[in-house]
Every structure is written in structure tokens, then in C-alpha cells.
């Protein structure tokens, strides 16, 4: 059976660093492409960039470049995201989710991770 | 950048049909997929490529596209199909996915 099991909530500073994570199980790590979407609270979907834990190649919607870091650990299975300074406006659920390839429809999704910045 | 337009509800009596749109820019030359959400869920893949279902989803979700509208439609609508869509392009111009603004479907 296919999972993606994401990291618990987090409750952070504006400034403070974070890593959020997504272990993924019942399928090959390496074969398929990880996405990452944000949900803002009360708001819509933004996909934000994807990474293929294959080769750690990754793309980045210009929107998120150089706002987050995508990585993946292929000894663990697991993907990442991750924050070096957030931002309030950074809360928001982050869901990790599957593609077969880059430009193929999410088959699978992680549960999401709420992640809340406030001072 | 591409944008996608759903209406943000629609509401629908059990046994009746839903019909959600996603209007955007000669969209009928774009695969489109729609996905559920409903809450303190994942969400799921009800629809790819306009009119495709993946395993495991009702015959009574199905999807059509043209022009300048792509449309969700669920026929005999069960209280369980109570939730979130949203509309799914791949920004071929942009090199990343857009997704829709999302329509709350509420089963009345």
C-alpha cells in the first residue's frame, strides 16, 4: 500500500528555521517525483515545486524559489521541506503528494503538516 | 501566469447532479485532473486527464473539457460527497501546476 506519512504540527517563530518531512512507503523512493502544496488557512492550493528523490532534481514554482528548499534522503525514503527565517505568512498546511511525472496528475497525497508561525 | 476559475459553491440535493466548472484560456488544449478535499483528509484524485478515473472512484464522477471550460459533474450526489474541488492545469508556459480557486460543494 502506498503512504506518504508526514511530520506532526509545528508551531514556530518569525525568524526561526524549520524541516518538515514525508516518509513514503509501498513503492520504489527513487521511481516517482514528490510535489509539495500549500494551503493557507481558508484559502486554495498552490503547488510549490517538486524534486525527484532519484537525482535530487528539482523545480521550483517561481512563486516559492528561493522562499523554501526541497530535499530528499534516499537511505530513509523520506522528502523534505524545508524554511532557513520564517515568516507569519508562511502558516499554512503543507501536504507532500506523488507524481509519476513532473507533468502527471497527483496520485497520492500526504496527510498534511499545519505549520503555524506567530510571535 | 495561467488562472483557473471555479465558482466558489455549489449546492446540490442528494440524488441530483452537481456540475463544477473551471474556466480558463483555451483550457480544452490542457489535461485537466480534479481532486477532493474534504476535511482533516487527504485529498484524493477524483479525475485526470479531463475524463479519466483512477481506481477505486465512483462511475458517478466524471469530467469533460473544451474550449474555454473544463467541467466536474457527479451524478447521484451522496452526502459523503460533501467536500472541496479543485481544478488541476499544468502551466505549460509557466513550468509548474496551477490549480483552481475551489468550489465547496455542500450537499444540501
Same mark, same amino acid.
Given at each position: 500500500?502506498? @503512504?506518504?506519512?508526514? /511530520?506532526?504540527?509545528?508551531?514556530?517563530?518569525?525568524g526561526? /528555521?524549520?524541516?518538515?518531512?514525508?516518509?513514503?512507503?509501498?513503492?520504489?523512493?527513487?521511481?516517482?517525483?514528490?510535489?509539495?502544496?500549500?494551503?493557507?488557512?481558508?484559502?486554495?492550493?498552490?503547488?510549490?515545486?517538486?524534486?525527484?528523490?532519484?537525482?535530487s532534481?528539482?523545480?521550483?514554482?517561481?512563486?516559492f524559489?528561493?522562499?523554501?528548499?526541497?530535499?530528499?534522503?534516499?537511505?530513509?525514503?523520506?522528502a523534505?521541506?524545508?524554511?532557513? /527565517?520564517?515568516?507569519?505568512s508562511?502558516?499554512?498546511?503543507?501536504?507532500?503528494?506523488?507524481?509519476?511525472?513532473?507533468?502527471?496528475?497527483?496520485?497520492?497525497?500526504g @496527510?498534511g503538516?499545519?505549520?503555524?508561525?506567530?510571535? | 501566469?495561467?488562472?483557473?476559475?471555479? #465558482? =466558489?459553491?455549489?449546492?446540490?440535493? #442528494? !440524488?441530483?447532479?452537481?456540475?463544477? &466548472? %473551471? +474556466?480558463g $484560456?483555451?483550457? +480544452?488544449?490542457?489535461?485537466?485532473? *480534479?481532486?477532493?478535499?474534504? =476535511? +482533516?483528509?487527504? =485529498?484524493?484524485?477524483?479525475?485526470?486527464? $479531463?475524463? $479519466?478515473? #483512477?481506481?477505486?472512484? #465512483?462511475e458517478?464522477?466524471?469530467?469533460?473539457?473544451?474550449?474555454?471550460?473544463?467541467?466536474?459533474?457527479?451524478?447521484?450526489?451522496e452526502? !459523503?460527497?460533501?467536500? $472541496?474541488?479543485? %481544478?488541476?492545469? *499544468?502551466? &505549460? +508556459?509557466?513550468?509548474?501546476?496551477?490549480?483552481?480557486? !475551489? &468550489?465547496?460543494? &455542500?450537499?444540501?
Open positions: 500500500e502506498v @503512504q506518504l506519512v508526514q /511530520s506532526g504540527a509545528e508551531v514556530k517563530k518569525p526561526e /528555521s524549520l524541516k518538515i518531512s514525508c516518509k513514503v512507503s509501498g513503492y520504489s523512493f527513487t521511481s516517482y517525483w514528490i510535489g509539495w502544496v500549500r494551503q493557507v488557512p481558508g484559502k486554495g492550493l498552490e503547488w510549490m515545486g517538486i524534486i525527484y528523490p532519484g537525482d532534481d528539482t523545480k521550483y514554482n517561481p512563486s524559489q528561493g522562499q523554501v528548499t526541497f530535499s530528499a534522503d534516499k537511505s530513509i525514503n523520506t523534505y521541506l524545508q524554511w532557513s /527565517s520564517l515568516k507569519a508562511d502558516t499554512a498546511i503543507y501536504y507532500c503528494a506523488r507524481h509519476k511525472q513532473v507533468t502527471e496528475p497527483i496520485d497520492y497525497w @496527510q503538516t499545519l505549520v503555524t508561525v506567530s510571535s | 501566469s495561467y488562472v483557473l476559475t471555479q #465558482p =466558489p459553491s455549489v449546492s446540490v440535493a #442528494p !440524488g441530483q447532479t452537481a456540475r463544477i &466548472t %473551471c +474556466g $484560456d483555451n483550457i +480544452g488544449s490542457r489535461s485537466v485532473h *480534479w481532486y477532493q478535499l474534504r =476535511p +482533516g483528509q487527504a =485529498p484524493v484524485l477524483v479525475v485526470y486527464d $479531463d475524463a $479519466d478515473r #483512477p481506481s477505486g472512484i #465512483p458517478r464522477f466524471s469530467g469533460s473539457n473544451s474550449g474555454n471550460t473544463a467541467t466536474l459533474t457527479i451524478s447521484r450526489v452526502a !459523503g460527497d460533501e467536500a $472541496d474541488y479543485y %481544478c488541476q492545469v *499544468w502551466g &505549460t +508556459g509557466s513550468g509548474h501546476y496551477v490549480f483552481g480557486t !475551489g &468550489t465547496k460543494v &455542500t450537499v444540501l
